[in-house]
C-alpha cells in the first residue's frame, strides 16, 4: 500500500491535512470517491463505486448523469447564471464574453442542431474548429444528446483529420470557413474538404463562418450553422447518461503508426477532473482560469472545459497564435481579463524567456495567485523564470503530470488542500486517490534516487474507458507490468517521496509538448515516393524540448539533395501537419539495425545529438557492443 513514508511525513509536518486525506483515499478508495462524487449532480446515484475486472475499471455503475447538466445547467439555477462563464479573444482582437445563462441557452440550441441533423445518442461527432467559442459550445451540446465528440486539432493536415473521422467512424464534422493564425487564415474548410473524400462514413458537415472567407459548399451535405440555429429550439432535455457511457474519444499518439482513440466516461472522468482541479489549483467559482492549451490535446478538454465549468468558474479562450501580434499578447490578455490561475506548458515559458522579461513587466500580472506547468519536464531555469517573473515570486507552481489516457492530473502539489514545499522541476506528489510509484525492470518499487518506470497501481477514476475499436491495446498498458497501469514514462522518486517526471521510456517523443509516435513519423516519411526507409530520433532542443531528426535512405536513382530535404518536410507536413515538420534531415544509405531488423534508436539519438554512444548495453540493442559502436560510426561518417 502506497502510504508515504514516515519520514516524509515527520520532516512536513504541517502537512498532516494533506496526508489524512491521502492515505484514507487510499485505504478507502470507494468511501473516498463516493464522498467526492456527491459534489456533483447525478440524476440517479451509483450501485457500486467501482467495478474492477482488471484491467478494466468501471466507476459508479447503476449512476446517472450528463456533462453538460454539470456543467451549465446547475449553474444557471443560481446567482452564477449572471457570472461569467467564458471570455474569448479572437487574434484579430475581436472579444465575446459569455454569462453562465448565455452558455447554457448556446448549449441548448447548439444541442438542437445537432438532434435536427439526425445526431443522437452514442454516434460520433467530429470537431474540427479553431479556438472559437463554438468549440466548447458543440462539446457540451454533444454531451448533452449523448453523442460522443472526438475533437482533432485544428493543426491537423486532412489525412490526419480522415484517419480519425474513419476510425471512429464519424457520422457528422463541425468545421469553420477558416481560424486565424499570426495575422493569416487557416482555410479549414477546404483542409475539411479534402479529408471528406476520403471519409465516407459522414453524412453532414456543419460549417461555423469565422473567418468570412470563401469557400466551397456541398450542397446535399454541408450546413452553415447560423443557418441551423434559426430553425433550432431553445431547450433539449439533458440526456440521462450512464456513468461509464462514452463521453468523447480523443485520439494521441502510441508505439504504433495508427493514433489511438482514448476513450474517455462519463461520471469517473467528471469526478476525477471536479476534484483534481479543487485540489491541484484551488479552483473556486471566482476563479479566472486560463489554460493556454490547445482545445485539441486533452489539456484543453479537461482543463478549459470540464472541470473549469463544472465548479461554476470562468474561462478565458484565446484563438491565436501567444506572440502575434506583439511578443506581450499573453500578458496582456492576463490583465485585461484579470486571470487569477493561469495553466501553460514549459515550452511556452522557454520561448518567452528567450524574449526577456521586459515584455512581462509592461503588464500589470497582479491578479495572478496560482500558475501551473504541464505536458512535459519543465527544467528548474523555466520553473524559476515562470516564478519570478509571470509570479511575481507570490504564486505557486503546480507541476501538473498526467496524461491523455489519465484524463485528469495524477501528480500534482494541492495547495487547494495544503501548501506543499515545492521543488522546481519535481510534480511533487500524487493527488488523493492515486496510487503512483516507481518500479523496476522487475516491477518493484525501486529504491528512492534510482530511476525506474512510472507506474499506477490501482484504478482511478478518469481512467479511460479503452481504445475505441482496440481492446487489446488497452490491455497492453496493463501487461508490461503485469496488474498495474504503465505510464510509458521514467521517473525517479527522491528521498522525499516527490515525483521527478524524466521523460518518456519509449518510442513516444514530446515535442513542444505534443505527443507523436516515432512510428507515425517514419509512415508518414516513407510515404513520399523517393524514400525506402526512413527512422527518426529526437534531439534536445533549448525551446520545443525536443525536435524532430529525420534519417532517410533513399531509393535506388534517387539523389539527396537540399531540395529533397525541403520537400520530405513538406510531404511529412502534409501527412500530420505542422507538428510533424523535421528539424533536420539526414540521407544515409543504411540505417542502424539490429540482426532481426529492429532499430538501433539509440544510436540515432547519439548522432542525432552529436553525443557520445555512451554505456551500450546489448540487451536493450539485441545487438553486439561492436555492432552497436559500428553501426554509431558508420552513420557518423555518412
Ligand atoms: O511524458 C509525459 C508528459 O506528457 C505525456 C502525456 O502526454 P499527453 O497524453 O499528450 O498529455 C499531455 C498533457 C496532460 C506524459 O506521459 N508529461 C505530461 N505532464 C508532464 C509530463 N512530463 C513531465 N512533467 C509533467 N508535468
Known amino acids: 500500500m502506497a502510504e508515504l513514508s514516515l519520514p516524509f511525513e515527520s520532516r512536513y509536518f504541517p502537512l498532516k491535512k494533506f496526508f489524512d486525506i491521502y492515505n484514507r483515499s487510499i485505504q478507502e478508495p470507494e468511501a473516498f470517491w463516493a464522498e467526492q462524487a456527491r459534489q456533483l449532480d447525478w440524476f440517479k446515484t451509483w450501485d457500486k463505486v467501482l467495478e474492477w475486472e482488471p484491467p478494466f475499471a468501471r466507476w459508479f455503475t447503476g449512476a446517472q448523469l450528463n456533462a453538460s447538466y454539470n456543467c451549465v445547467d446547475r449553474h444557471v439555477k443560481t446567482w452564477r447564471r449572471s457570472k461569467v462563464a467564458m471570455y474569448w479573444e479572437g487574434e484579430p482582437g475581436d472579444t465575446r464574453v459569455l454569462s453562465y445563462s448565455t452558455l447554457y441557452g448556446a448549449v441548448n440550441r447548439f444541442a438542437s442542431v445537432l438532434k435536427n441533423c439526425g445526431v443522437g445518442k452514442g454516434d460520433r461527432v467530429a470537431l474540427y474548429l479553431p479556438m472559437i467559442p463554438e468549440l466548447p459550445i458543440f462539446m457540451l451540446a454533444c454531451g448533452r444528446i449523448g453523442a460522443v465528440h472526438t475533437v482533432v486539432f485544428s493543426g491537423f493536415s486532412a489525412q490526419a483529420l480522415a484517419d480519425r473521422i474513419n476510425d471512429a467512424q464519424v457520422k457528422l464534422l463541425v468545421t469553420a470557413d477558416g481560424g486565424f493564425r499570426r495575422g493569416k487564415v487557416v482555410p479549414l474548410k477546404s483542409i475539411a474538404d479534402e479529408a471528406l473524400t476520403m471519409s465516407p462514413s459522414v453524412e453532414r458537415t456543419i460549417v461555423v463562418k469565422r473567418a468570412d472567407v470563401p469557400i466551397s459548399m456541398k450542397p446535399s451535405r454541408d450546413l452553415w450553422l447560423h443557418d441551423l440555429l434559426d430553425k433550432a429550439a431553445p431547450f433539449v432535455q439533458p440526456e440521462p447518461m450512464a456513468s461509464n457511457d462514452p463521453l468523447y474519444i480523443l485520439y494521441t499518439s502510441g508505439t504504433t503508426g495508427k493514433p489511438k482513440g482514448v476513450v474517455h466516461g462519463t461520471g469517473g472522468y467528471l469526478v476525477h477532473n471536479y476534484c483534481a482541479y479543487k485540489w491541484a489549483f484551488d479552483l473556486k467559482e471566482e476563479s479566472v482560469y486560463w489554460c493556454s492549451a490547445d482545445v485539441g490535446w486533452v489539456t484543453g478538454h479537461s482543463s478549459i472545459v470540464y472541470a473549469p465549468l463544472s465548479h461554476g468558474a470562468a474561462i478565458v479562450l484565446y484563438e491565436g497564435a501567444p506572440d502575434y501580434p506583439t511578443i506581450d499578447r499573453w500578458w496582456d490578455i492576463i490583465e485585461k481579463y484579470g486571470v487569477t490561475i493561469f495553466y501553460t506548458s514549459p515550452t511556452a515559458i522557454r520561448m518567452f524567456m528567450g524574449y526577456g522579461e521586459e515584455w512581462v513587466h509592461r503588464h500589470d500580472l497582479s491578479s495572478l ?87 499506477i497501481k490501482k484504478p482511478w477514476p478518469g481512467m479511460l474507458l479503452s481504445i475505441h475499436g482496440d481492446p487489446e491495446r488497452y490491455r497492453q498498458y496493463w501487461s508490461r507490468f503485469p496488474g498495474v497501469y504503465y505510464t510509458g514514462d521514467y521517473a525517479v522518486k527522491d528521498r522525499d517521496g516527490y515525483f521527478w517526471i524524466l521523460g518518456r521510456a519509449d518510442e513516444v517523443l514530446k515535442i513542444a509538448g505534443h505527443r507523436i509516435g516515432t512510428a507515425e513519423l517514419e509512415d508518414a516519411a516513407t510515404s513520399h515516393p523517393q524514400v525506402a526507409e526512413a527512422a527518426v530520433a529526437s534531439k534536445g532542443d533549448p525551446v520545443k524540448g525536443e525536435s524532430i531528426v529525420l534519417f532517410v535512405r533513399l531509393k535506388e536513382g534517387s539523389t539527396p539533395s537540399p531540395g529533397l530535404k525541403n520537400e520530405l518536410s513538406e510531404h511529412m507536413r502534409g501527412k500530420i501537419g505542422p507538428i510533424a515538420t523535421p528539424d533536420e534531415v539526414y540521407f544515409t544509405t543504411k540505417l542502424p539495425k539490429t540482426r532481426s531488423g529492429k532499430i538501433m534508436r539509440r544510436v540515432l539519438k547519439a548522432v542525432a545529438n552529436n553525443t557520445s554512444i555512451g554505456d551500450v548495453t546489448t540487451l536493450e540493442d539485441e545487438a553486439s557492443v561492436e555492432e552497436v559502436v559500428k553501426a554509431y560510426q558508420e552513420l557518423k561518417k555518412a
Open 369 to 455: 495567485e496560482l500558475l501551473g506547468s504541464v505536458g512535459e519536464p519543465i527544467n528548474t531555469q523555466a520553473w524559476l523564470w515562470f516564478y519570478r517573473h509571470i509570479g511575481g515570486e507570490r504564486c505557486p507552481i503546480v507541476d501538473t503530470w498526467w496524461q491523455t489516457e489519465t484524463g485528469g492530473i495524477m501528480i500534482s502539489p494541492t495547495p487547494g488542500i495544503e501548501r506543499l514545499p515545492l521543488k522546481p522541476g519535481s510534480a511533487t506528489l500524487p493527488l488523493p486517490g492515486v496510487d503512483a510509484d516507481v518500479v523496476d525492470e522487475t516491477g518493484k518499487s525501486a529504491p528512492p534516487e534510482e530511476r525506474g518506470w512510472l507506474v
